[in-house]
Each structure stands twice: as C-alpha cells, then as structure tokens.
C-alpha cells in the first residue's frame, strides 16, 4: 500500500509542478515519472539543508519542490 501512496503523492506532486511552472508538464505518465524523481530530488536536497518534513502534507511539499526544481533544471537543458 506504501507504493501506492508514494506514486499518488509523485503524481499529484508533478501535477504541482506542472501548474507552478506555468505549464511545463508532461501529460498524466510524464507528471508521475516527474513526481516521482522530483520526490527523490527533494529528498535529497532537504536532506542536505537539513529540513526533514514528516507525514503527507511533509512529503508532498518535498515532492513538489524536488519536481519543480527538476522542472527548471529540464528548461535550462531544453535551451
């Protein structure tokens, strides 16, 4: 069941990141593949700031801002 939450979280997270980047999503697969990763991301740089974020609400703003910073670093690679 923990899988299934953590890809409805990347979803929803990439759907985020999408809206906050004016539209750079990348349909219903593209938006979960970039939740996913950009949950990973986020992790990570929490991690390295130190900014642990617990429960849903916690792991779906690191998700977002994993996405969205994954978001700009495809724009900068796209130009």
Known sequence: MGIIWYLLIGL???????QIM???GFG??????VGVVGAVLGGFLFGVLGIH?????GSLITA???AVVLLFLI????K
């Open 75 to 78: 724009g900068l690679v796209k």
């Open 12 to 18: 929803f997270a990439g759907f985020l990141a999408g």
């Open 53 to 57: 974020g617990s429960g849903m609400i």
């Open 22 to 24: 004016k539209g750079r």
């Open 64 to 66: 977002t801002v994993g």
């Open 28 to 33: 219903l697969v593209g938006n979960l593949v």
